[in-house]
Nanobody
Framework: QVQLVESGGGLVQAGGSLRLSCAAASGRPFGSYAMTWFRQAPGKEREVVAAIDWATTRYGDSVKGRFTISRDITKKTVYLQMNNLRPEDTAAYYC????????????????????WGQGTQVTVSS
């Protein structure tokens, strides 16, 4: 089990930027599992935003070219840099720890993750 703590959410105007952080507080050795960011807007299903393992990064279609996922092994933290934010990016953002070192072929499915952070709210005003 991995304990995850997100931070960095807030209110920003359209076109602005935010950086979310997800720190692993305890559990399996950081770096031994892939990490994924999801988001969920009211009334909508949880959707994948970005994911990272030792070999690759992946992004949801709606954020490609605007968001960047990275991780710092020494700080046991995964980051999500969000640029050129849009009102439709408004959602609660969650990080999740994968079950394996590398992303599975179904990494985009929330069902593939057992360990989640508590979420951080991002609100983009128009």
């Amino acid at each position: 089990q991995v304990q995850l703590v997100e931070s960095g959410g807030g209110l920003v105007q359209a076109g602005g930027s935010l950086r979310l952080s997800c720190a692993a507080a305890s559990g399996r050795p950081f770096g031994s599992y892939a990490m994924t960011w999801f988001r969920q807007a009211p009334g909508k299903e949880r959707e994948v935003v970005a994911a990272i393992d030792w070999a690759t990064t992946r992004y949801g279609d709606s954020v490609k070219g605007r968001f960047t996922i990275s991780r710092d092994i020494t700080k046991k933290t995964v980051y999500l840099q969000m640029n050129n934010l849009r009102p439709e990016d408004t959602a609660a953002y969650y990080c999740a720890a994968g079950r394996r070192t590398f992303l599975s072929t179904t990494y985009y499915s929330p069902d593939q993750y057992d360990d989640w952070g508590q979420g951080t709210q991002v609100t983009v005003s128009s």
